[in-house]
């Protein structure tokens, strides 16, 4: 077997450049590491770049990225490179290592005897756990790799060649390729079923790697509105604060504030929330939950606070240097999910153009309400298309409870979801129905428009998305409360559970199948549906989620590989010159040429609906596409004349 195990170095990766340009390339077939400069070698580099993606196996840590290097240098090798992962033979390490964790039931976090709180002098405790090469190494092979200062100055040799570098610089580079390869070489011992998903995962990392470096363009002006609507919903809500005592200097008053906590808590004889160490608990969360209108003016004032240093201050840095918002997404979560964060932490006093623009794009703030209760724009208003693009969501319809159902189904549990949804039927209308005693047509026939009926759905869906999840009544009020806004005393909550039970019979055989998994110490390794990724550690509630959330994250990143694919390497598809911009777990959010917006848009569509029939073949999920000229959540497909055309907020 041929195995290319290789690295770059490059100029330092900047805001606007997330892929920045190659200075060297180093190898490894196993028989010692080999250099060449990218810039200064063209010939020589090209023909090692291209025998690489020609092998068996290509290897590293963080592939995607090295890979989208190697595209920026040579754009024409580009069709190589994504055959390379058609064929799945890139083989990252870092998602090795992650694989190897999460059967274990370690991943990230792992128990470590020798730790030593410096706080507190205990032994013993759970560690942050790291997935560099340097960490590899390190736990593989006890090697501590050294942090040379070449490691971040490469820019500075472009127009030296390799034969002349200090011995340092090329120690650096050589080592990589090297410890790349044993890398590979001791995890490819690991037993299959640890490794059976490992190309899965690379590949989705390949898409979002693209999609980071494309990143999300930004609306000064919006921008600008925002940020005049907060300051003057925080100003007004301060200044009812200021007079109760618990702002002063447009800040919060925390000994005030506990001291009101604790008040209202004694009134209501309730527990006051408290931290770990012991002081009040003064969250947005625990505020608002109070119902005390003092204490849920703080919990704004904290919301809009919140919002005013965080994601405003990104939006404005991002809006004066004219870049788009490049956040970074993490591949791989316990659940199979992806994760977003702003990448680079943020330094206090320093501008984020320091360490770029990234916002948490998968659970963005909802907009401020007016005073007629009703959302006014908010953040995701602030992001727009390029010029000559529109915008397009596409999102999986109740995602979640197809691959439940097919997780019943391939379970042996059969499932009566499965035969409403395939039957069209609003199966939250359903089981409200049975909530409220009243037949499905009428729920179904006044749910837009009779409150009645609205509430009925609204608290069927607390059950439909909730209880499949293991969630007892306790678990159940809290998530229908922090979910959806529902209050459940704890009768409703027990009717909701009784009456989705009897809904849904497959429920039973289901939980029965997952008490077997995690047994009587209460934790057990699960294999995921259709993926067989493991994951070990798991309690029952984890086994429970675990099987559906993992099968519908494993659905969703194929299926932005596969509309990616379109997007990059197939001039004939409708979809060559789109970009994907956002990925919200179910969702995709492309920039699509306007001219051929419409046929780019259903060509997304089609495509996603193959793949989630490929993954959910019993309870294929359905999607429909729709066009807007910035980010609208609540964006419908509108079409004139048969073609899809930007929907306009009213």
């Not at 729920?443 to 869906?461: G, P, T």
């Not at 089609?606 to 807007?628: F, H, K, N, S, T």
């Amino acid at each position: 077997m041929k195995v290319f195990a290789f690295d770059y170095e490059t100029f330092l990766v900047a805001p606007g450049a997330k892929v920045p340009r190659a200075v060297s390339l180093a190898w490894d077939y196993g028989q010692g590491p080999s250099l060449v400069h990218s810039i200064l070698e063209p010939r020589r580099y090209r023909d090692a770049i291209e025998e690489g993606l020609s092998a068996d196996i290509l290897t590293g840590v963080n592939v995607p990225f090295d890979l989208a290097v190697t595209v920026r240098a040579c754009p024409d090798l580009l069709l190589k490179v994504w055959q390379a992962f058609d064929e799945h033979r890139v083989w990252d390490s870092g998602h090795t290592e992650k694989l190897c964790d999460l059967a274990e039931g370690d991943l990230h976090w792992q128990f470590d005897k020798d730790f030593v709180n410096k706080k507190t002098g205990k032994i013993g405790g759970f560690v942050k756990v790291g997935y560099s090469l340097a960490d590899i190494v390190k736990r593989r092979f006890g090697v501590v790799l050294e942090k040379d200062l070449w490691r971040l100055r490469y820019g500075t040799l472009a127009d030296v060649p390799c034969n002349r570098w200090p011995d340092g610089a090329r120690k650096y580079a050589l080592d990589d390729a090297f410890w790349h390869y044993q890398c590979w070489d001791v995890q490819a011992q690991e037993p299959l079923l640890k490794l059976v998903n490992l190309t899965w995962q690379t590949r989705a990392a390949w898409w979002l790697a693209l999609m980071e470096a494309r990143g999300f363009q930004v609306d000064a002006k919006q921008i600008d509105t925002l940020a005049q609507h907060i300051i003057a919903e925080r100003d007004i809500v301060a200044a009812r604060l200021a007079d109760a005592g618990l702002v002063k200097n447009g800040k919060r008053v925390l000994a005030a504030a506990a001291d009101r906590m604790i008040l209202v808590c004694a009134s209501r004889g309730v527990e006051v929330p408290r931290t770990p160490k012991g002081k009040v608990k003064l969250t947005k969360e625990t505020t608002s939950d109070t119902g005390d209108p003092l204490l849920e003016q703080y919990a704004r004032f904290t919301s809009l606070t919140n919002m005013f240093n965080g994601s405003l201050v990104t939006l404005q840095a991002a809006s004066r240097a004219g870049m788009p918002i490049q956040s970074r997404f993490e591949v791989l979560q316990d659940t199979g999910r992806t994760s977003c964060s702003t990448g680079a932490k943020r330094k206090k006093g320093v501008d984020p153009f320091e360490t770029g623009y990234g916002l948490q794009l998968q659970n963005v703030r909802r907009g401020l309400l007016d005073e007629d209760g009703e959302e006014m724009p908010g953040v995701r208003e602030c992001f727009i298309p390029r010029p000559g693009y529109v915008l397009c969501s596409i999102d999986y319809g109740q995602l979640e409870l197809c691959t439940w159902a097919q997780a019943c189904i391939d379970l042996n549990c059969g499932s009566a979801l499965a035969d409403a949804l395939n039957g069209g039927q609003d199966v939250h209308c359903l089981l409200g129905g049975m909530l409220i005693g009243r037949a499905y047509e009428e729920v179904l026939a006044a749910k837009k428009k009779e409150k009645w009926a609205k509430d009925a759905r609204q608290m069927a869906k607390c059950g439909n998305f909730g209880l499949p999840g293991g969630l007892g009544a306790d678990g159940l009020r809290a998530f229908a409360k922090s979910s959806y806004g529902v209050i459940l005393d704890k009768e409703a909550a027990v009717l909701l559970k009784t009456s989705w039970h009897e809904m849904w019979p497959e429920a039973e055989k289901y939980f029965h199948h997952i008490h077997r998994v995690v047994g009587n110490c209460g934790e057990g390794q699960i294999r995921q549906l259709r993926s067989f990724r493991l994951r070990g550690g798991c309690s029952f509630t984890e086994a429970a989620n675990g099987f559906f959330q993992a099968l519908a994250a494993d659905l969703a990143k194929d299926a932005g590989y596969e509309v990616s694919r379109a997007c990059y390497a197939e001039p004939r598809s409708p979809l060559f010159g789109s970009y994907i911009v956002n990925f919200v777990h179910d969702e995709l959010l492309l920039e699509l040429p306007e001219a051929r917006a419409s046929e780019a848009a259903f060509e997304a569509a089609r495509i996603m609906r193959d793949v989630g029939a490929r993954w959910c073949p019993d309870v294929p999920p359905g999607c429909e596409p729709a066009l807007m000229r910035r980010w609208y959540k609540d964006a419908e497909m509108k079409k004139v004349d048969g073609r899809l055309v930007p929907w306009e907020r009213t």
